[in-house]
């Protein structure tokens, strides 16, 4: 086995992780920067943004221990995020429940992400990035467990909002 090419791979995807990161903070605060009458939605969103930018931090560090740097290149999650500008809803009257699903969704590619990273920082030996993917890992989970369970009370809220009072639904 070539650990060369193993350790290429797991800088490789490092700095995809670290890109699709500050993709995540754009998304998020953009999002939370829209949602006026969903303060536990907003709070939560908020919460997660705080979270996205210390696992930014600490992926970044882990890239400098391996004498490896971030990429300037965003491609994968610049990607993304276009296909799933779609989802993002800023002109629907439902916009606040579009969000959700677009977070929901890239939470788990997020989670695919760091199962991947996880897999090949335990091939390469580098249990110090095995313990920090593992750990953003569970952050990234905790955030998609939320979602799915407060998807529904969100979409009541919405429903009730929008049979009364119209237009303040949508955000
Ligand atoms: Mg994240
Ligand atoms: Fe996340």
Known sequence: MD????????????RDAHAMEEQAETMLTSQAGRIENYPELKAKVEQHIRETQSQ??????CLERRGSSTSGAKDMAAKFTA???GLSGTVMADEVLKGAMASYTFEHFEISAYRELAAAA????????????DAILREEQAMADWLYEHLPQVTRQFLERSATEGSSAKR
């Open 3 to 14: 650990n060369k090419v193993i350790n290429e791979y797991l800088d490789q995807w490092l």
């Open 56 to 61: 930014g931090q600490r992926i970044r560090t």
């Open 83 to 85: 296909m799933m500008q």
């Open 122 to 133: 335990e091939l390469a030996g580098d249990a110090e990035t095995k313990q920090v993917v």
